[in-house]
């Protein structure tokens, strides 16, 4: 009897070789994928999968328990590893690694497989996940054991196997899209004095070809919460999509870095996150106004950890949940409204208000109606430098 092994299944070049690979290693494979927002519609998945020969496919549509549990709490952080990345894949992997599980419970698989390659991060958030909420599973991970030592390889492999695949090696960038952004990596990339190509990006413009009058998005927060948009109300994933499509025409959100992997190594990757940038420059403008300067500069460093928590997969930490009760706490007098304009790939401030404004006009204006004491600012200067007067 063929041993059952539940697979995470993208529909991409890996993990489409991975289904054959497992086959011949004598598994039964059952594949599981998690709808988020992919490059690949569910019916594409399926039909892909099945091709394959995988046994079974389960799809689960988990775009809203992505919005509400895991993007939400990192908007509320403003979780941006390495100023640059929103992290939108890492993100999607401890839920991926949470069903994965589920589905394995399910089928009574004592085994688990990723597609995950052996020198980046997803490995490690996936089977980090898996090892916290069951450690008796066993996970086989392809990609760590075969022979193929390249995307162009593995092409090969699905030629000679007749597996359906996307890729090509003129076009060999692997990619990884949902709801809250792309990330995109390998071919040209690699040589860092290559700029990206414009068919590495999914659906952004770029900012030559972005339109040549700015649009003004006007976005509503309850409790740090995205609850409007431009005065309609919107829940949280029909807004992200929504921003998608109007910061993409704009061209913004792309982003090219050199990033600190996990597991030691830098590596180059570009990024397409529109709702993204929008929604955190939209936030982190509304905490500016209504929370004072102590706890801003302390959930600055909240942020960071936040964000490196994130990126490494320690999703389902005691740290990131105790990190998450504090920044809930904070979000308590984050609402109002932010304007924001977006013109070619820029992201500017055009208005912001708030019933729990810290900024007071009076005190802050320089016209006929100051209400700020002059006075005051001698004493305090003399005490604010009395520990730096050499005596």
């Known amino acids: 009897m063929?041993?059952?092994?539940?697979?995470?299944?993208?529909?991409?070049?890996?993990?489409?070789?991975?289904?054959?690979?497992?086959?011949?290693?004598?598994f039964?494979?059952?594949?599981?994928?998690?709808?988020?927002?992919?490059?690949?519609?569910?019916?594409?998945?399926?039909?892909?999968?099945?091709?394959?020969?995988?046994?079974?496919?389960?799809i689960k549509d988990?775009?809203?328990e992505f919005v509400s549990d895991y993007i939400l709490p990192a908007l509320k952080a403003n979780a941006v590893?390495?100023?640059?990345?929103?992290?939108?894949?890492a993100l999607g992997r401890p839920l991926i690694?949470?069903?994965?599980?589920?589905?394995?419970?399910?089928?009574?698989?004592k085994f688990v497989s990723h597609g995950c390659t052996g020198k980046g991060n997803d490995q490690v958030r996936i089977e980090v996940t898996v090892k916290t909420l069951d450690p008796k599973l066993e996970?086989?991970?392809?990609?760590?054991?075969?022979?193929?030592?390249?995307?162009?390889?593995?092409?090969?492999?699905a030629k000679e196997e007749k597996i359906p695949i996307a890729a090509t090696k003129e076009k060999i960038y692997s990619i990884d899209k949902n709801i809250w952004g792309v990330s995109i990596e390998a071919g040209i990339l690699e040589d860092l004095k290559n700029s990206p190509r414009e068919d590495a990006y999914l659906f952004t413009k770029s900012a030559k070809k972005a339109p040549n009058k700015p649009q003004v998005v006007r976005i509503g927060f309850k409790k740090g919460v995205p609850v409007t948009l431009n005065g309609n109300k919107k829940d949280l994933l029909t807004m992200i999509e929504a921003l998608n499509r109007i910061g993409g025409t704009h061209g913004v959100g792309r982003t090219d870095m050199v990033e600190d992997r996990t597991v030691g190594i830098k590596s180059r990757e570009i990024y397409e996150a529109p709702a993204a940038w929008i929604l955190l420059a939209a936030h982190r403008e509304l905490e500016q106004l209504v929370l004072d300067k102590d706890l801003i500069a302390f959930k600055e460093l909240v942020s960071l950890r936040y964000s490196h928590l994130a990126y490494a997969g320690l999703w389902f930490s005691h740290l990131k949940q105790s990190l998450d009760a504090f920044i809930e706490r904070t979000q308590k007098k984050v609402t109002g409204e932010v304007a924001l304009e977006l013109y070619k790939g820029n992201i500017t401030v055009a208005g912001r208000k708030s019933p729990y404004a810290l900024y007071k006009?009076?005190?802050?204006?320089?016209?006929?109606?100051?209400m700020f004491n002059r006075a005051d600012a001698k004493g305090f200067i003399n005490i604010f430098a009395m520990p730096y007067i050499k005596s």
Request: with cysteine.
């Open 81 to 89: 590893y390495e100023h640059k990345y929103v992290l939108s894949t």
């Open 2 to 26: 063929k041993k059952k092994i539940v697979l995470a299944y993208s529909g991409g070049l890996d993990t489409s070789c991975c289904i054959r690979w497992l086959q011949k290693k004598g």
């Open 139 to 157: 996970i086989v991970a392809p990609l760590r054991e075969w022979h193929l030592t390249s995307r162009e390889s593995e092409i090969e492999y």
């Open 28 to 58: 039964e494979v059952i594949c599981f994928s998690a709808h988020l927002g992919s490059e690949f519609s569910p019916a594409q998945v399926r039909k892909k999968a099945l091709a394959t020969g995988a046994k079974k496919i389960y």
């Open 62 to 64: 988990l775009r809203k």
């Open 361 to 370: 006009k009076e005190l802050a204006t320089y016209g006929a109606k100051d």
């Open 97 to 109: 690694g949470k069903h994965l599980v589920d589905v394995a419970h399910q089928e009574g698989a």
